[in-house]
């Protein structure tokens, strides 16, 4: 069986499980990026939607439960309606290539994977307290987008840590099968 958790923004990423809550792989969300011209911008990023289909239809050896974060708006100050819309609709496409590639998923809020996931860390900063539980259950991964990187991605260690709350949501033990 493999296990997957999906951080569905457009800096997310996917990371993919093994029964024993291994990492098999991490990818990162696929954007198609906006063009520059004389150093501007020519429009926004988008989601590459051939490139989610991708990743998830990889041949994977066993079957295969995702977790999904669901994806939440936000007030104005955090980003407004727009931003408020690209939650929306990035979860919605990752669910709705699920469905249609017949792919079975859970659905979990940040609030309750975090509360399992960072369960003991004295950190009022989420991030910060992702990375550190993150780094506890794989000390040897690297959490970085490339080798150029100097800090790690949240996306990777998000993803990581929800795919990990499915497992363990499976295997119905609080401590899972890492502890």
């Not at 969300?29 to 011209?37: C, N």
């Amino acid at each position: 069986m493999i296990y997957a958790g999906i951080d569905p923004g457009k800096d997310g990423a996917v990371v993919f499980l093994d029964v024993d809550g291994q990492i098999v792989d991490k990818i990162k969300t696929p954007i198609l990026k906006a063009s520059t011209r004389g150093g501007k911008k020519q429009g926004r990023d988008e989601y590459d939607i051939v490139g989610m289909k991708s990743i998830l239809s990889q041949d994977r050896p066993d079957s295969i439960l995702i977790t999904v974060e669901k994806t939440q708006a936000f007030p104005s100050s955090m980003g407004g309606s727009a931003a408020n819309y690209q939650r929306g609709f990035s979860f919605g496409l990752w669910q709705g290539l699920m469905v249609g590639l017949g792919i079975p998923y859970q659905v979990v809020t940040p609030q309750a994977w975090q509360k399992v996931m960072l369960a003991g860390i004295a950190s009022s900063d989420t991030k910060q307290a992702a990375l550190i539980a993150a780094q506890r259950l794989w000390p040897t991964a690297n959490w970085r987008k490339s080798d150029l990187a100097k800090k790690a991605d949240e996306g990777f260690v998000d993803a990581a840590l929800i795919g990990m709350f499915g497992l363990r949501l499976v295997s119905r033990s609080p401590e899972g099968s890492r502890g």
